[in-house]
């Protein structure tokens, strides 16, 4: 298996800009996770989706953000207007129901906004 | 919020060295895993533990649940130059039992010096 894809893998941007960020979870799998990682406060959980319906969004950070997962196969996280604190690495991951509940994470989203 | 503190935050030693990397809360896990993540990667998940006072080896890694299950520790046996990576532990809160809502750690980074 390709295991969890992400798009794009680095990107700056201006503030104020809208910027979206992409992820194709594993085949099979149905559980779906957005997080991010900095420095400062390390990985944390965004939002994550259960058969494509988001279950709980209390990480996400304000209204800035926003996610969808149309389907089994693909979700993205956006944010507009970005600003420049949300540089971070954004980390899509997903795991399948009694499978040992293993998570799997992507290479990550790097973003720089300036 | 359940917080789970690494120590120590760096760790760099020479090859054949052993180490121990501790992970402490306040909080009570229903299980508690170990990852590893290398520059531009994502987590990789290497352990869960779930029994109080459980102990696996994975080679020459060691991870141990406290029995009152707050807390971790993971003991490396003669260090290698690939074991060089920041390693994160991530509770599961109860009364979760399912992954969906890991908290990270703060991560040690360890580097291992040839």
């Known amino acids: 298996d390709a295991g969890v894809i992400q798009s794009p893998r680095h990107e700056v941007t201006e503030m104020g800009q809208e910027v979206t960020l992409r992820c194709k979870p594993i085949?099979?799998?149905?559980?779906l996770f957005w997080y991010r990682q900095t420095m400062m406060r390390g990985l944390e959980l965004l939002i994550y989706?259960?058969?494509?319906?988001?279950?709980?969004d209390s990480g996400m950070p304000e209204d800035r953000f926003s996610a969808k997962m149309p389907n089994a196969s693909f979700s993205t996280l956006k944010i507009q207007p970005s600003e420049p604190r949300d540089s971070a690495v954004y980390f899509c991951?997903?795991?399948?129901?009694?499978?040992?509940?293993?998570?799997?994470f992507g290479e990550g989203s790097w973003l720089t906004v300036v | 919020t359940q917080l789970l503190e690494q120590s120590p935050q760096f760790l760099s030693i020479q090859e054949g060295e052993n180490l121990t990397v501790y992970c402490n809360s306040s909080s009570v896990f229903s299980s508690l895993q170990w990852y590893r993540q290398e520059p531009g990667e994502g987590p990789v998940l290497l352990v869960t533990v779930v029994t109080g006072g459980e102990v696996k080896k994975l080679k020459r890694l060691t991870f141990q649940f406290g029995d009152a299950r707050k807390d971790s520790s993971l003991h490396i046996t003669a260090a290698q130059p690939g074991d060089t990576g920041l390693y994160l532990c991530a509770g599961n809160p109860l009364p979760n039992f399912g992954n969906e809502k890991l908290t990270f750690g703060t991560g040690t980074r360890l580097t291992i010096i040839p």
């Open positions: 989706f259960n058969n494509n319906v988001p279950i709980d």
């Open positions: 085949s099979g799998h149905d559980y």
């Open positions: 991951a997903s795991s399948c129901t009694g499978a040992g509940n293993t998570i799997y």
